[in-house]
């Protein structure tokens, strides 16, 4: 019988099959999901914001950050087997939610947390297979990593599968 791992914000967790793993309310966080493709392993990080570099390390939660928290899923997932060359990604959520204005303009960090997921992958080489992000609404996810499904739901938009 399979299990849905739930992921909370800020939050990072990993799976094996047949399990999969789910995260609520996508709103300009973006979830990350991570897959290696031969042995299934697999991960889902909650990242709300892009960059972890001002803030003290000592009492920084690595899953909030696209930095930090995808070097920790991938670190973890490496401990149960998974081999970083063999791992796809799969990415939705950054949608702008609020407008906030400030002397440089809006403040847009839905798209700021998906340009950084995007060049912390890159990175890492682990390419990108399909994504779902922007817009202006939320998103809940949920991924299976047995087969690479990456579920989408999102209120008066229905359910896609990535």
Do not use: W
């Amino acid at each position: 019988m399979s299990e849905i791992i739930k992921v909370g914000m800020a939050d990072l967790k990993t799976c094996l099959p047949p399990n999969g793993i789910t995260t609520l309310g996508l709103g300009s966080c973006v979830g990350i999901a991570l897959r290696d493709t031969t042995n299934k392993v697999g991960g889902l990080a909650h990242i709300m914001l892009p960059d972890s570099t001002a803030v003290n390390l000592a009492q920084m939660n690595l899953a909030k950050f696209a930095d930090t928290g995808i070097d920790e899923l991938v670190k973890q997932m490496e401990a149960l087997g998974a081999v970083r060359r063999r791992m796809v990604a799969k990415i939705a959520g950054g949608a702008m939610m609020f407008a906030f204005q400030s002397k440089a303009g809006n403040i847009q960090v839905g798209e700021r947390n998906v340009e950084a997921v995007k060049q912390k992958l890159a990175e890492l080489k682990i390419p990108i297979l399909s994504e779902d992000c922007g817009l202006n609404y939320g998103r809940t996810v949920v991924f299976y990593p047995e087969t690479g499904d990456y579920v989408i739901k999102s209120v008066g938009k229905g359910e896609k599968t990535i």
